[in-house]
């Protein structure tokens, strides 16, 4: 077994009866505990050569679990360099202001609204080079709902290409963002379709999102250097499915104290990528 295997064994009782999670979470959890079980079946291979039988487990493919999840973030990369043009892509990150969060933590159907905006934002600044011809990029929208810290920050990691085809074929290459464009615009965007989803309730919060973030939502955009490997379009699919489609926290990262019930974990801030260290009770984990 994992580290994580047994932390959530141990303490599967208290996390079902005292957290009370979604039943989809418990789903996962359960999936993660029994993978790799031989008591939960499995498939025996034999060499039509020598004779010799092996039984492999059957894995349980939850994102959650350490090992199935990382073999998806490698299909997931493999299946996405298929989909990629072969040209300089950059990386976007969109993120929301904190007061936001709960909405879509109580209300998970919202999240569809982030994909929406950032759709929006993206065709719209590209169309407004030349309404005319009607430049259209290629991008790749990914949801992340935790931060390094594992706080619930959902935002939005999106692979664009620099540059768009117009509707007669024409490819233009575009390296230049607009940041103000875009963090206003990703504002009012995502703002007016919580409100048209949420309904006039959503208005005071609205007003008050406006007054406060008057700059819009930050918005990451940075050019890399030509020299970066992240230009290449491999090196920036493996960049971005392993920053998104990774299991939730890495094993080495995690010490297990079972005599004491507590959990010693860590991660890389994003400022500066300072060392954080966190000491905290197998519950609070």
């Excluded at 230049?176 to 409100?195: G, I």
């Excluded at 507590?262 to 009770?281: A, C, D, F, L, P």
Aim: glycine share 4%; proline share 5%.
């Amino acid at each position: 077994m994992n580290i994580l295997q047994k932390i959530f064994k141990e303490h599967y009782e208290e996390i079902e009866y005292i957290l009370h999670p979604r039943p989809i979470v418990m789903e996962n959890i359960e999936k993660m505990i029994n993978c790799g079980d031989p008591s939960f079946g499995g498939a025996m291979y034999g060499c039509p050569h020598c004779g010799e039988l092996k039984f492999v487990p059957f894995r349980c493919h939850s994102k959650f679990c350490p090992t199935c999840g990382n073999k998806y973030c490698i299909d997931r990369s493999t299946k996405m360099s298929f989909k990629l043009i072969d040209c300089t892509h950059r990386h976007l990150v969109f993120t929301i202001d904190e007061e936001l969060r709960p909405f879509f933590l109580n209300d998970r159907s919202l999240l569809d609204c982030l994909f929406q905006s950032v759709r929006s934002v993206i065709l719209r600044m590209f169309h407004s080079l030349n309404k005319s011809r009607n430049f259209v990029p290629g991008f790749i929208c990914v949801l992340h709902t935790f931060g390094r810290p594992l706080e619930w920050n959902p935002h939005i990691h999106c692979l664009l290409t620099e540059g768009g085809f117009s509707d007669d074929g024409f490819w233009r290459v575009v390296n230049h963002f607009n940041y103000t464009y875009l963090r206003k615009a990703f504002q009012t965007a995502l703002l007016n379709e919580l409100e048209k989803r949420i309904g006039p309730s959503f208005k005071k919060t609205k007003v008050a999102i406006y007054k406060k973030d008057k700059n819009g939502f930050y918005v990451y955009a940075k050019k890399k250097e030509k020299d970066n490997d992240d230009n290449n379009v491999d090196d920036c699919v493996n960049y971005i499915t392993r920053y998104t489609s990774r299991p939730p926290m890495a094993e080495n990262c995690i010490k297990y104290e079972d005599d004491k019930k507590m959990i010693r974990w860590w991660y890389n801030r994003h400022e500066g990528e300072k060392y954080i260290e966190v000491y905290e009770s197998v519950e609070n984990f």
